[in-house]
Every structure is written in C-alpha cells, then in structure tokens.
C-alpha cells in the first residue's frame, strides 16, 4: 500500500520560512517523480513544483520561482519543499504526490496523494 505523508505545515508571518516534508512508503520512491501542489476550497488544485527521479529536473510555478526549492532525498525516501519569502497567498493546504510520469504538471498525470498539510501565512 503506497503512503505519502507530508509534515512541517504550519502558521508563519508574511516573509517568514517552511520547510515541508513528504515520505513515501510502499512505493519504489527513486523510480518517481514528485511533485507539490497547493489547494484552496474555492479553487482548482494548483501545480507548485516538480522534480524528477534522480533530482536533477526541477520545475516551478511561476509564481513561486525565486522563493521556493524542491529537494529529495532517495535514501530516505523523502521529498521536501523548502518555501522563503512567503506570500499571504501562498496560504493553503500544500500536497505531494508521486508519478511513473516525468516533467508533468497535471493531476490527472499523478498516481499517488498525500493527505496534505496546511499553510498559513498571515499578513
């Protein structure tokens, strides 16, 4: 049975840092990409970062270039986002999720879901 489990959400101030983290289990996790998405319930499910099974492909939303990094570690099975400079914006319940695909942003492209974590930034 397949698991991922983000951690490391929380309540920061406009400007402040998070760092989140997503472990997987049950999967072959170096045979995957991962990706982050965030979420809002008045809003679609949002593409946030990419990164592909060795680490060395990496996309980003737009609006998140500059300010946030994706990361994994494949010993220990883990992907993390490390997000500086944070918006009020950026608040919202933030996702990983794992793919046999690469370079994909779509949700439909992903196999795998984590149950979230939340995001506040306040103002």
């Known amino acids: 049975q397949v698991q991922l489990v983000e951690s490391g959400g929380g309540l920061v101030q406009t400007g402040g840092s998070l760092r989140l983290s997503c472990t997987a289990s049950?999967?072959?996790?170096?045979?995957?990409?991962m990706g982050w998405f965030r979420h809002l319930p008045w809003k679609e499910r949002e593409f946030v970062a990419q990164?592909?099974?060795?680490?060395?492909?990496?996309d980003y939303e737009d609006s998140v270039k500059g300010r946030f990094t994706i990361s994994r570690d494949n010993a220990k099975n883990t992907v993390y986002l490390q997000m500086n400079s944070l918006k009020p914006e950026d608040t919202a319940v933030y996702y990983c999720?794992?793919?046999?695909?690469?370079?994909?942003?779509?949700?439909?492209?992903?196999?795998?879901w984590g149950q979230g974590t939340l995001v506040t930034v306040s103002s």
């Open positions: 049950g999967v072959t996790f170096s045979y995957h990409s």
């Open positions: 999720a794992a793919t046999r695909h690469v370079g994909v942003r779509e949700t439909s492209q992903y196999d795998w």
């Open positions: 990164i592909g099974w060795s680490g060395d492909s990496v």
